[in-house]
């Protein structure tokens, strides 16, 4: 019930607020968990180094982080933008081909237009996620960072987590119901105080 109320207030909130949410979305030890199926070999798939196997698109990306990741969806239709390394080897048609595979077509259609972080040569994902913030987000748009203890570097002690938009998975574990219930939670928080401000 408490529950219900809750996502009577947010459809309330949303209803004076249209600026959709937006998820920074990395892959590895967030959705992406196999030791043996991994996107090493997905990037030898589309390089045709090595031949394609369905084995790899069917236990690549972890079907209980997914379904995580599909609950937040149905709850907050949000924007992704790829904070991940893929980005760095997959272009768009590319990565919507590897994100449809996985069965994250959901995704898909819903990629931002600046659909990935900006990289150079010595930046870091805080840096990545910062310089398109400063370049992309509209006022008062809310977002998460879904990223891992592995390779969220310089994020933990960053503004963007003090300030209540990271949501960093264990290394090995992923997005689980409990960073589910986080992100769910930093995103009501966000999305209630942008609808406020709106207001007033």
């Not at 937006?22 to 996107?39: E, G, P, R, T």
């Not at 400063?134 to 977002?143: G, I, L, M, V």
């Not at 997005?175 to 986080?182: A, I, N, S, V």
Request: hydrophobic share 35%.
């Amino acid at each position: 019930m408490a529950h219900d109320d809750e996502v009577a207030r947010l459809e309330r909130s949303r209803a004076g607020h249209n600026v959709r949410p937006i998820v920074f979305l990395d892959m590895d030890d967030v959705l992406c968990l196999d030791k043996v199926h991994h996107s090493g070999q997905m990037l030898k798939i589309f390089e045709q180094t090595v031949p394609d196997f369905p084995e790899l698109w069917e236990r690549i990306v972890d079907r209980g982080a997914a379904e995580n990741l599909r609950e937040l969806h149905a709850e907050f239709e949000p924007s992704y933008v790829i904070s991940s390394s893929w980005a760095t080897y997959l272009d768009r048609a590319r990565m919507c081909e590897a994100l449809t595979r996985t069965r994250l077509q959901f995704v898909v259609e819903n990629l931002h237009d600046e659909w990935r972080t900006p990289r150079a040569r010595s930046s870091s994902r805080r840096d990545e996620i910062e310089w398109w913030l400063d370049a992309n987000r509209e006022p008062s748009q809310p977002f998460i960072i879904l990223d891992d203890t592995w390779s969220g570097t310089g994020l933990p002690h960053s503004p963007l987590a003090l300030d209540g938009h990271l949501i960093l998975c264990r290394s090995g574990y992923g997005f689980t119901k409990k960073r589910l219930k986080e992100a769910r939670r930093q995103l009501q928080r966000q999305v209630g105080t942008s609808a406020t401000s709106d207001v007033t």
